[in-house]
């Protein structure tokens, strides 16, 4: 005979941090996969050395604040940030870059902020930026996908480029961003009839729209359990097409891409459901997590057409990081009672 | 108030009130050129000269100055001595001069160099004012060559990198490859971003090392058997 609760709580969410880590971690599968189908092994080598040093140092950190080790390892937050941060770089790079990446991410990003909960940025994003801004030749080194390549690294060759000295130039080539960004004088039509990435692909170049198309697959399943809300991603999406639109300017030589290019090229996806949902770093509100995501789409779209770099969306990440706490001061919502929204900032004149 | 205990002086400058580390004072040129030992240590000297020029000359002149025009005064000693600073950069270490730039004229604007003048030389005798002030300086100076090392090695892999710009073409051999020459450079560590990371791992590390002080201080102390309760709540640390 089973008894009825009768006492609260009655509802209950059997969705512990780990279990929520680890969906969030098995939503990335698909766009591994592309990842993996287009652009070979040097995925995967990148992530089990990201996974690796971010576990170790993760437990070098807790062992050091004399914390439980295995409790904090469990929650896989440290896992999670590993993955986000090795599919964000290029595959083939020398080993050396994802193990600093990580540690950067595991103990500067998260851990010195107090750990768990605590991150100011998003560990993963500060982690790229920091090897972007360190080693910008080799972290913009990117491999053409496999059909623009005929064939992919085997798995010698990988293992020499990544641990040896064998170089990856052999297989690098302009990303579908790169090849918008610099294109002078010639209509984007020229363009996509003379590269081969986009002469093989759809209009976002080939292989990245599929990758991009993959963290979208996620993105959907984490929405399907309600694991992330939809505020953010669509506000960021919106605003990113809206602007392309705009400067879109018909596709002429002076044109900053189309919007299909910029939903589905460099990490626009994995940033808008991966990313921009980070529960820590971004905004609380519902209200607050929209201005949020419209922040980050359009600071993605001004770096991305005006800026210095190709890829823009870790830097306007973490710049909406530190808005986070503004907008959440302005977006509080009304509680029950009070007929006006109480601020934060408030409290201090009581 | 006369302060002359000057262990007491000593100390505070280079540790427990430490211009950079406690006081975090005169943070902008601290941030901006520690980017090497050679910066470090130009900037420290420029610093520790001006502090303790400035601090003899106000502490002299404090019972001239009307209390109304303090700061202005201190002002103006500060500036003829970072004006002698520069000329005297200018005619030596003209390299250096030209690298450590703007900051050498925005000494006048550190303030640690105003904070000890108005803190302590006006209200302390000379003595006691120039070796504050060059304890002061001396402390400012060692944390700013610390951060410089730590940038250096971090960011180019090397140590005591261009001191012939300080020391004169002799000292081009100080130059150590610590990380060797094929290290690719954390530029990270040389961008201001750097610069706050090891500040602030400085100021943990000191925080820790106190802590661990006033740990095994207090350890020290036994409770002899037999003696009475004094205090009631709380614990007995």
Redesign the interface.
């Known amino acids: 005979m089973s008894l009825m609760r009768v006492s609260s709580p009655h509802t209950r969410s059997g969705l512990g941090t780990s279990q929520v880590m680890l969906q969030v971690v098995a939503a990335t599968v698909p766009g591994i996969l592309a990842l993996v189908l287009y652009f070979g092994i040097g995925v995967l080598i990148n992530l089990a050395l990201c996974i690796a040093t971010a576990l170790v140092s993760e437990a070098a950190v807790m062992k050091l604040r004399r914390r439980p080790v295995l409790f904090y390892l469990k929650d896989a937050s440290a896992l999670l940030t590993a993955v986000l941060l090795g599919v964000s770089l290029p595959p083939y790079c020398a080993w050396w870059l994802p193990v600093v990446g990580s540690v950067v991410a595991i103990v500067l990003a998260k851990q010195l902020y107090g750990g768990m909960g605590h991150n100011v940025f998003n560990p993963a994003m500060v982690g790229y930026v920091v090897l972007l801004i360190s080693f910008p030749v080799d972290m913009t080194r990117w491999v053409g996908p496999t059909d623009v390549l005929h064939g992919v690294a085997d798995i010698d060759e990988a293992f020499s480029m990544v641990f040896g000295h064998m170089s990856v130039d052999g297989f690098t080539r302009a990303t579908p961003l790169e090849i918008v960004r610099n294109h002078e004088s010639t209509l984007l039509a020229q363009l996509y009839e003379a590269e081969p990435v986009f002469a093989t692909g759809g209009l976002a170049g080939s292989g990245w729209e599929m990758v991009n198309f993959g963290f979208l697959l996620g993105g959907l399943f984490l929405l399907y359990r309600r694991l992330i809300t939809w505020h953010a991603p669509v506000a960021m999406l919106v605003t990113l097409t809206i602007l392309s639109l705009v400067f879109y300017d018909s596709g002429s030589s002076l044109s900053k891409g189309s919007p299909i290019l910029h939903l589905f090229s460099g990490a626009t996806m994995l940033g808008a459901f991966f990313i921009v949902t980070d529960p820590v770093s971004g905004a609380t509100s519902n209200k607050g997590r929209f201005i949020f995501g419209a922040g980050v789409g359009l600071l993605t779209f001004v770096i991305r057409a005006w800026g210095n770099y190709p890829d823009a969306v870790a830097f306007a990440v973490l710049l909406m990081n530190f808005a986070a706490p503004f907008i959440d001061n302005y977006t509080l919502p009304r509680t029950y009672g009070h007929k006006a929204p109480r601020r934060a900032t408030d409290l201090e004149e009581r | 108030m006369a302060n002359t205990n000057y262990g007491e002086i000593t100390r505070n400058g280079l540790w427990s009130n430490n211009p950079a580390l406690v006081q975090l004072l005169g943070l902008c040129p601290l941030l901006a050129v520690t980017g090497s030992v050679v910066n470090a240590i130009g900037l420290g000297l420029a610093t520790t000269a001006v502090l303790t020029c400035s601090n003899l000359v106000v502490s002299s002149a404090r019972r001239q100055m009307p209390e109304s025009v303090r700061l202005p005064i201190s002002v103006m000693i500060i500036a003829t001595f970072v004006t002698c600073t520069e000329l005297l950069m200018k005619a030596f270490t003209y390299e250096l001069y030209l690298i450590l730039g703007i900051f050498i004229p925005l000494i006048v604007t550190n303030c640690t160099i105003l904070g000890r003048a108005d803190a302590f030389a006006s209200k302390n005798p000379v003595l006691p004012s120039l070796m504050d002030g060059l304890m002061m300086g001396i402390g400012f100076s060692l944390v700013l060559i610390l951060i410089g090392a730590i940038r250096e090695i971090v960011g180019h892999g090397t140590l005591l990198a261009d001191m012939e710009l300080l020391f004169g073409p002799g000292a081009r051999d100080w130059r150590i490859s610590v990380l060797g020459e094929n290290y690719?450079?954390?530029?990270?560590?040389i961008?201001p971003?750097g610069a706050f990371?090891v500040a602030?791992l400085l100021i943990a590390c000191k925080h820790a090392i106190d802590a661990r002080n006033q740990r095994r201080r207090s350890a020290r102390v036994t409770i002899v058997s037999g003696a009475k309760r004094v205090r009631t709540t709380g614990n007995i640390q």
């Not at chain 2, 690719?184 to 560590?189: C, E, H, I, Q, T």
């Open positions: 690719p450079g954390f530029l990270v560590a961008l971003p990371f602030g």
